[in-house]
């Protein structure tokens, strides 16, 4: 039951993904800030969520055949909880080693 209201969940996630990745682009408008590993980091975790969320709805909902328990297909729904994370761990990186400047190089 939890796979399938993590799957609503995170398909619905995907209205709010699209306004978010269509400004992802302005990340990079501060010169310099495209040679920044941080920055880039940020992007390529607000844009891998849409894979992710396919990935962890077919895997969850079993398409392809594990050799394990359902015990496992579980865990892939919750897949797509990287890229949020992984975006909230980049912007906490560049404030404190960046000072908030999406054109640091550290």
């Given at each position: 039951m939890y796979r399938i209201v993590a799957n609503i969940i995170f398909l619905i996630g995907l209205l709010p993904w699209a306004f978010i990745f269509m400004f992802s682009f302005m990340l990079f408008d501060a010169p310099g800030?495209?040679?920044?590993?941080?920055?880039?980091?940020?992007?390529?975790?607000?844009?891998a969520y849409p894979v992710?969320?396919?990935?962890?709805?077919?895997?969850?909902?079993?398409?392809?055949?594990?050799?394990?328990e359902h015990?496992?297909?579980?865990?892939?729904?919750?897949?797509?909880?990287?890229?949020?994370?992984?975006?909230?761990?980049?912007?906490?990186?560049?404030?404190?080693f960046c000072g908030g400047q999406l054109a640091c190089h550290s």
């Open positions: 800030s495209e040679s920044s590993a941080l920055t880039r980091g940020l992007f390529y975790s607000i844009a992710l969320v396919i990935v962890g709805f077919f895997g969850s909902n079993g398409f392809w055949l594990l050799n394990e015990r496992r297909r579980g865990r892939l729904a919750f897949l797509p909880l990287l890229s949020p994370i992984s975006a909230t761990f980049f912007l906490f990186t560049i404030e404190m």
